[in-house]
């Protein structure tokens, strides 16, 4: 028997890494697949997609998709702008989110369930039943900026930022996690004379990193990949995020390659980003149980 | 003494900049081209050579991606935020008109006069839109393929008939030397599908609708003509002409590397096609009966309703009109310039030019999808419809399930009489 065990524990890990070599491969292939044609020119890149030439760096490659996507649009402000409004989302919504579930679980008041209730039932609610009122809303609310008083917020950062600071499922998130915290923490606080605010400041928040990873992230996919809402608001190009910008490469014959070398570029926030707080992503879904 | 020197001084500055502000009105411009190099350089040379031009007007323009820009217009149009000039795609106008998103363009008629039809958007007896530009259709080859199949050479005054079509399909079937004899564009889907196989349908007899009262479909999409096309279409497909389900790829470059015979392309793909074949040639479109049809109408351009300034935006569209800028646009991204003149003064499409057979389909053969709002919904039900058939689909019942929901809409929008 001492001499088997190894031995299966061996065969045990072989499997497990094959598996989840083969997983990963799966998970991987499509993004070599861009960046690899992202080098090649149209006519190679559209002969290539038939075999396996097309996850490998051969043929005729450079980096002039690149060069010409930069060319054929303002790729760089696009990105500069996507970020932008995805990054101050994230930051109001965490902020805004995370108070409003410390209400809901910490604070007693009146209709608290009722509230609740009808934040999580617009979870139901697609973003497309509320496109038209919400543009027709934006179109007329007032704006005290630099041109003083001004009526109408299209064509600016803050109509695609303020409707998304809160959201019914990051709301959710957060009740669930501060549901989770241990309640002798909180009591604790409170008979040491703690505010509420500080509370939320000190004992809270440093506890809910994991469920902060979470929403970020799940926050800043969303808005990264805003295209219907940017669209139907934004006609001046200074505002324009990447998804639309996409566009801009399906003309009549599309530049797959200029696509391609697009996507790879736009990919990098996104995957720059998930990088950065994977761990605590992933130790908030063993956590919570919540699937990305 | 000194301080009312410098007040009276700046506010001479100030009424001398607000003079000149004041001497040149702001229009803005919204256009489709974003992402074309060539066609943005062309349209703001325009409206350069327009702000140059006179002291009244200045138009500022904002470019969309094309695939974006009709939802743009719409969302806009919602908002009551549309810009003084936009372009729109021609079968789209007469719904624009009828939603209320653009009004009537009052220019110069005599400057128009000599325009192809196609570029002429006109709705209900009235012009709301103008193109400096149309496309065609024509069914590519390469004279060597039809010296090798022993094939007439069809021209506009003798085009091939039904008969002969099916035959020079045959005959490249029976060759071996294809996979498919016909490439009708099947991955282009979207407005391709109207634009460029209505056109086959009219040639039958029949239409998406009736265009006497644009109040039915029945008899037209669902009559003896139209069943006849039905049938022919689905054989293309059930006899292994064509294939329904291709490959995006294929449509770029399937004809280019010979995997089809005969490919139905518009002039825009020319260009480049004539340089890789170099025996290409462009037949004309076949006669099933009614004459030989393809679609008409591009892009236009038009006066929004909401403008304050419709004489200025008019102004800019008729400035635009001249033949030097309807030659740049030909020359710069191969479209079918809207005079005889203009075609002259272009590379492709004068007497004798490469290309020049595109001109004389466009002036000839071409027919404009049906002059209603509903065409909005009325293609997409046909789109849906010749996809069927093309997958193996009853003839009749598809037919008559578009006629009844084509039908349906224009019912429910009671009619799409003026609003």
Redo the contacts between chains.
């Keep these: 028997m001492a001499r088997i065990d190894p031995d299966n524990r061996g065969l045990r890990l072989t499997v497990r890494y094959t598996v989840l070599t083969l997983i990963a491969i799966i998970f991987v292939f499509p993004l070599i697949f861009m960046v690899m044609s992202s080098l090649k020119p149209?006519?190679q890149l559209?002969t290539d997609?038939s075999s396996l030439r097309a996850f490998l760096p051969v043929g005729d490659i450079s980096v002039n998709n690149y060069f010409d996507a930069f060319?054929?649009?303002p790729v760089a402000m696009f990105v500069f702008n996507s970020v932008l409004v995805t990054g101050v989302t994230v930051l109001l919504s965490l902020l805004v989110c995370s108070l409003t579930a410390f209400s809901f679980v910490f604070l007693r008041w009146r209709g608290r369930d009722l509230v609740l209730a009808i934040i999580l039932a617009t979870l139901i609610v697609p973003f497309e039943t509320i496109a038209?009122p919400l543009?027709?809303l934006?179109?007329k609310l007032p704006w005290i900026g630099l041109h003083g008083l001004t009526w109408?917020w299209?064509n600016s950062y803050r109509v695609q930022i303020v409707p998304f600071i809160a959201d019914g499922l990051t709301i959710f998130l957060f009740v669930q996690y501060f549901k989770d915290l241990p309640g002798e923490l909180i009591e604790a606080a409170r008979v040491e004379g703690a505010s509420w605010g500080q509370i939320y400041r000190r004992v809270v928040m440093p506890l809910s990193g994991p469920v902060l990873a979470t929403a970020a992230i799940l926050k800043f996919l969303a808005m990264y990949n805003q295209y219907?809402w940017p669209?139907?608001?934004v006609?001046?190009?200074g505002y324009r995020p990447v998804m639309?910008?996409l566009?801009?490469?399906?003309?009549?014959?599309p530049a797959w390659g200029e696509i391609m070398a697009y996507l790879s570029l736009i990919t990098i926030p996104v995957l720059t980003f998930y990088l950065f707080l994977q761990r605590a992503f992933i130790a908030s879904i063993a956590s919570t149980g919540v699937k990305g | 003494m000194k301080h009312a020197l410098l007040t009276s001084g700046a506010l001479m500055a100030a009424l001398a900049w607000g003079g000149a502000a004041a001497a040149q009105t702001d229009l803005t411009m919204w256009y489709h081209g974003a992402g074309n190099e060539v066609e943005s350089k062309i349209v703001h040379q325009i409206i350069d050579d327009f702000n140059a031009s006179q002291s009244d007007w200045k138009v500022s323009l904002q470019s969309f991606p094309q695939a974006a820009y009709n939802d743009s217009v719409t969302a806009a149009a919602l908002a009551g935020n549309l810009p003084d000039i936009l372009d729109m795609d021609g079968p789209n106008m007469p719904n624009w008109a009828w939603a209320g998103y653009i009004q009537p363009l009052n220019i110069d008629q005599s400057k128009i006069a000599n325009f192809l039809p196609g570029t002429k958007g006109i709705y209900d007896g009235k012009l709301y839109s103008i193109g400096l530009w149309d496309a065609a259709i024509a069914l590519y080859t390469r004279q060597s393929t039809l010296d090798m199949l022993g094939l007439r050479t069809p021209t506009l005054d003798h085009p091939w008939s039904k008969d002969e079509f099916m035959a020079a399909l045959k005959a490249a079937k029976d060759s071996g030397k294809f996979d498919y004899a016909f490439d009708p564009g099947m991955a282009w889907t979207g407005e391709w599908y109207p634009y460029a196989f209505s056109p086959f349908l009219q040639s039958f007899g029949g239409d998406i609708v009736d265009r006497s009262t644009y109040m039915t479909a029945e008899g037209a999409l669902n009559g003896p003509d139209a069943i006849a096309f039905g049938e022919w279409w689905q054989s293309l497909f059930k006899d292994g002409y064509a294939s329904a389900n291709q490959d995006p790829a294929d449509r770029d470059s399937g004809f280019i590397n010979g995997k089809y015979a005969f490919s139905w392309n518009g002039n825009w793909a020319a260009v480049p096609a004539m340089e890789k074949v170099k025996d290409l040639v462009f037949l004309p479109a076949p006669d099933f009966g009614h004459g030989p049809k393809i679609g008409a109408a591009s892009w236009q351009f038009g006066v929004s309703a909401t403008s304050a300034h419709p004489d200025g935006a008019a102004a800019f569209i008729q400035f635009a009109l001249q033949d030097k800028y309807l030659a740049a646009f030909s020359d710069g991204i191969g479209l079918i310039p809207a005079t005889t003149t203009a075609a002259a003064m272009t590379k492709n499409y004068a007497p004798g030019g490469s290309l020049a057979v595109f001109f004389d389909y466009s002036a000839q053969e071409a027919m404009v999808r049906p002059v209603t709002p509903g065409y909005v919904v009325e293609s997409k039900v046909f789109e849906k419809a010749v996809t069927d058939i093309a997958n193996g689909a009853d003839v009749t019942d598809t037919l008559d399930a578009a006629v009844d929901e084509i039908n349906a809409d224009i019912e429910k929008n009671n009619g799409y009489q003026k609003q």
């Design positions: 149209d006519h559209l997609t060319k054929r649009a038209i543009l027709l934006s179109s109408g299209l219907l669209l139907m608001v006609q001046e190009e639309v910008g566009q801009y490469f399906f003309q009549l014959n």
